[in-house]
């Protein structure tokens, strides 16, 4: 389960999209505050679907091959299938240049105050990459303090990006303003190429993982 949190967690944390969005609101008026709500609303939606996961199972892994084991084996191995999908079709999308266009819910972030932050992050949650996450959760045995250190580093980890971003744009607002403009614009030009990376790496290790153990 640890191993599989923290190959999740990163995937989440490294999702192109919710960076750039981070980025531009960060970079608008009040841009700390704005991160704020958004890094909250993000850590909020990953303690929820913990929260859910652990009460469903009382804190107490199923029995290997039970129907629950299982059904959380095929919620990764699902997971897995459609990044790989995805991943195959923005290939695909690559090789074919054509003019970038910002698209419009970007163009109006400046605009965005504290509520619409939070509910950006909310949107751009990657929502399979959470599911996937859920169902490693099923394993958690509560009763063990190493569940509980691998549970909070999961969140840590899968905020880390916005974390460190929002610290340094609160302490040094000068530099991460200079910074943080050369990241989006590097974000910009490799979103696509690290959108295949990311979705084929995981798509094919939670596939993996989930048919080793269904069979």
């Known amino acids: 389960m640890v191993l599989e949190l923290m190959v999740i967690g990163l ?3 490294l999702e192109p999209l919710p960076l ?3 980025v531009l609101l960060l970079s608008a008026d009040r841009g700390v505050r704005k991160g704020l709500a958004f890094l909250l609303a993000w850590l909020t939606c990953l303690v929820v679907v913990i929260a859910a996961v652990l009460l469903l199972t009382g804190g107490q892994p199923p029995a290997r091959n ?3 084991s299982t059904a959380a084996l095929v ?3 699902v997971v897995g299938i459609g990044l790989i999908a995805y991943g195959e079709h923005k290939r695909r999308r690559v090789k074919v240049r054509h003019e970038r266009k910002t698209p ?3 163009r109006h972030l400046d605009q965005a105050n504290s509520w619409s932050a939070a509910g950006v992050a909310v949107l751009l949650q990657p929502w399979g990459l959470v599911a996937a996450g859920a169902a490693a959760v099923v ?5 063990d303090s190493a569940t509980w250190f691998a549970l909070f580093a999961f969140c840590l980890l899968a905020a880390s990006s916005q ?3 929002e610290l340094y744009t609160t302490f040094a607002p000068s530099a991460a303003e200079v910074g943080l403009e050369r990241l989006r614009r590097w974000i910009v030009d490799h979103q696509e190429p690290a959108i295949v990376v990311l979705s084929l ?3 094919f290790w939670l596939v993996g993982e989930s048919l080793s153990q269904l069979v």
């Open 11 to 13: 995937a989440i944390t």
């Open 163 to 165: 974390l460190v971003m």
């Open 66 to 68: 039970s129907a629950s």
């Open 75 to 77: 919620v990764k191995l």
């Open 20 to 22: 750039i969005a981070f």
């Open 139 to 143: 394993q958690a045995d509560l009763s």
């Open 104 to 106: 419009k819910w970007q």
């Open 201 to 203: 790496l995981v798509g």
